[in-house]
T-cell receptor, first 117, second 114 residues
Framework: GAVVSQHPSWVICKSGTSVKIECRSLDFQATTMFWYRQFPKQSLMLMATSNEGSKATYEQGVEKDKFLINHASLTLSTLTVTSAHPEDSSFYIC?????????????FGPGTRLTVT | EDQVTQSPEALRLQEGESSSLNCSYT??????LFWYRQDPGKGPEFLFT???AGEEKEKERLKATLTKKESFLHITAPKPEDSATYLC???????????????FGQGTELSVKP
């Protein structure tokens, strides 16, 4: 149980284009999903908290107009990197917290490797 | 300031050599401490949740313990397949808590040689 998928697992795009990453909870409903960014040899950096049916809450320093988050259903959240630049190249990971549980474990997806050329 | 500090940054063990990883935390009222394992190029895998001092949880060769200031992840007779980065996290205080936000430590990179 508690499986989270991400698509695509890796993507290469040209500078100036936009890329959408999907995060799905496969066997549970998730009111809240989280988007992280991770640089090599570093820990997870929370970008934003995504709540189903409402606007995402972004961490300080994260450009909400650049990283668009949509949480349209209880099993799907998407992150769109708009007008991507090489400095946006990174490993993006989503996580989901089960709606029905009283615990606060987050279950992570396998990550998406974004390379902007 | 609420923060999580893990030590050591890196740990090299021989197969079968037991050891412990440390996670020290300062947070206003602990409401959950979490351990994750992360393999290179993959998302973190959930291991344990601890809520109160004195609590212990075990899974195969791993045992997590919790005190009022820190948590330990004990690895007994490790095998090469235990090599990974181990991450510790705590729930952020309520005023910052947007649906269960976690504060992560920097991780301990464990390498177990045969």
């Amino acid at each position: 149980g508690a499986v989270v998928s991400q698509h695509p697992s890796w993507v290469i795009c040209k500078s100036g284009t936009s890329v959408k990453i999907e995060c799905r909870s496969l066997d549970f409903q998730a009111t809240t999903m989280f988007w992280y960014r991770q640089f090599p040899k570093q820990s997870l950096m929370l970008m934003a908290t995504s709540n189903e049916g409402s606007k995402a809450t972004y961490e300080q320093g994260v450009e909400k107009d650049k990283f668009l988050i949509n949480h349209a259903s209880l099993t799907l959240s998407t992150l769109t990197v708009t007008s991507a630049h090489p400095e946006d190249s990174s490993f993006y990971i989503c996580s989901a917290r089960e709606t029905s549980g009283s615990s606060y474990e987050q279950y992570f997806g396998p990550g998406t490797r974004l390379t902007v050329t | 300031e609420d923060q999580v500090t893990q030590s050591p940054e890196a740990l090299r063990l021989q197969e079968g050599e037991s050891s412990s990883l440390n996670c020290s935390y300062t947070v206003s009222g602990l409401r959950g401490l979490f351990w994750y394992r992360q393999d290179p190029g993959k998302g973190p895998e959930f291991l344990f949740t601890l809520y109160s001092a004195g609590e212990e949880k075990e899974k195969e060769r791993l045992k997590a313990t919790l005190t009022k200031k820190e948590s330990f992840l004990h690895i007994t007779a490790p095998k090469p397949e235990d090599s990974a980065t181990y991450l510790c996290a705590v729930r952020a205080p309520m005023i910052y808590n947007q649906g269960g936000k976690l504060i992560f430590g920097q991780g301990t990179e464990l390498s177990v040689k045969p």
